[in-house]
């Protein structure tokens, strides 16, 4: 019988190191991000003087670099010799609320005060008394800030505290990949956060390509990865959202199939399987992470698209797209037979908007037809792999 372990240290004939290949892995590199980067270090170049600068929200789909950038920055600042600025960056799917973010704030810069159970009043106090020690300021990058629960509160009291502090500041820079959640914030907070505004557009497969290339230099062994693997999965993730997640995940995946089968080079043949596996994750993820009537709604565009809906219609390419109309009829009937109140055709609207965003749906609008302005609609992922995963977490009562 060969040993069980015996792979362990066998070294890997097509990875050089799988960790540069991970999606938590952060690029020194960012191509075709310059822009982007200066204006981020445009906007928190005050702070070094200690002097507040302006709020900055960042908005973008999702794999368009975002975090990647935003963290290369801070990097950039945390090696300045002189800096009045402290940055604390926030991810907001775990610290999301107000307590939770000051919470944090708190953490990272006065960790002897961390530890106790302190109620708002008194960390909000702590806060302002570090800044005002010498004049500091504090940006606070709040990543997926629409998921804070309670944002306007949260930025009510950092605008408060920006009034109440002597010397120093706060300035806040948002990043979002979702689009509609303004709508949901106060004005006041809206006008706040929105002082600048930065967006990130998709990738298109040429910057895909060099994306990948520069990856696979230190993540692969030379010479593994054929032109024809790097071409298919920047246009494999080009096609579906223009993110750079999606095409390394393909890549790494391909590379993984022909590791499994003692292949030497890593072709568009490998890539073509470990695309559907890829994908497949990556709904799996984001489906998950869904907010209930949002989950409801992709699972009727699942079912209409399976059983066809009787206005379907053929885009110009030749694909299958759904109204919108009768998407949000479906999922009013689902919700009904679950139990559960649908949202009125105004959330619908939004919440249609940001599943676009998020690379879930594709959509557009039609021009005048037989129902006159319409958005037509359809999944980016497989349908009925949709449908199973949604299903899954319906059972569970979730
Ligand atoms: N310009 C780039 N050059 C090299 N790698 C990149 C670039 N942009 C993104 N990546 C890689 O793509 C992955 C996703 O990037 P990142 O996490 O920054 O996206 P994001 O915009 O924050 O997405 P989300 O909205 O889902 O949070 C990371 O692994 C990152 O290394
Ligand atoms: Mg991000």
């Known amino acids: ?17 799988k960790e540069i290949l991970s999606p938590h892995y952060i690029p020194h590199n960012l191509l075709f991000r310059d822009r982007q980067i200066q204006e981020i270090a445009k906007y928190i170049t005050p702070s070094l003087r200690g002097e507040r600068g302006r709020n900055l929200f960042i908005y973008g789909k999702t794999g368009t670099g975002k975090t990647s950038c935003m963290k290369n920055v801070i990097d950039r600042v945390r090696n300045l010799p002189i800096s009045k600025a402290r940055i604390t960056y926030i991810n907001c799917r775990i610290y999301n609320s107000r307590y939770r973010v000051l919470h944090k704030i708190v953490g990272d810069n006065m960790p002897l005060y961390a ?6 009043s008194d960390i909000y106090e702590k806060v302002i008394n570090w800044i005002e020690e010498d004049g500091k300021v504090l940006v606070i990058v709040l990543d997926e800030i629409d998921v804070v629960k309670d944002l306007d509160d949260l930025i009510y009291t950092l605008t408060r505290a920006n009034s109440d502090i002597k ?3 706060i300035t806040i820079v948002g990043i979002s990949n979702k689009v509609s959640f303004k709508d949901d914030l106060d004005p006041r907070s809206l006008s706040t956060l929105y002082e600048n505004e930065l967006a990130f557009s998709p990738y298109d497969s040429n910057e895909l390509s060099l994306i990948l290339k520069e990856r696979i230099e230190e993540g692969f062994r ?15 993730a080009a096609k579906d959202s223009g993110d750079a997640r999606l095409a390394l995940k393909i890549l790494t995946k391909a590379g993984e199939v022909a590791e499994e089968r003692g292949l030497e080079v890593v072709t568009g043949v490998e890539v073509q399987e470990a ?3 890829a994908e497949d994750e990556i709904a799996y993820e984001v489906i998950n992470t869904l907010p209930e009537h949002q989950r409801l709604i992709v699972y009727a565009i699942s079912l209409l698209s399976i059983s066809g809906s009787k206005y379907k219609r053929l885009s110009t390419e030749g694909e299958m797209y759904l109204f919108s109309g009768d998407i949000y009829d479906k999922y009013v009937s689902i919700s009904r037979s679950l139990e559960k109140e649908p949202k009125s055709s105004r959330w619908y609207r939004k919440y249609i908007a940001d599943l676009n965003m998020q690379g879930i749906i594709l959509s557009y609008e039609s021009g005048k037809g037989i129902r006159g302005h319409t958005k037509l609609i359809k999944l980016a992922y497989s349908p009925e792999r949709i449908r199973d995963i949604i299903e899954k977490t319906l059972t569970k009562g979730a």
């Open 222 to 236: 030379k010479g593994v990865v054929d032109q024809s693997a790097i071409n298919l999965s920047a246009a494999i």
């Open 275 to 277: 695309a559907k596996s």
């Open 1 to 17: 019988m060969a040993e069980p372990f015996d792979d362990i240290f066998k070294e890997s004939k097509i990875f050089a190191n």
């Open 167 to 169: 010397a120093g500041g």
């Open 115 to 120: 530890k106790r159970g302190y109620g708002m």
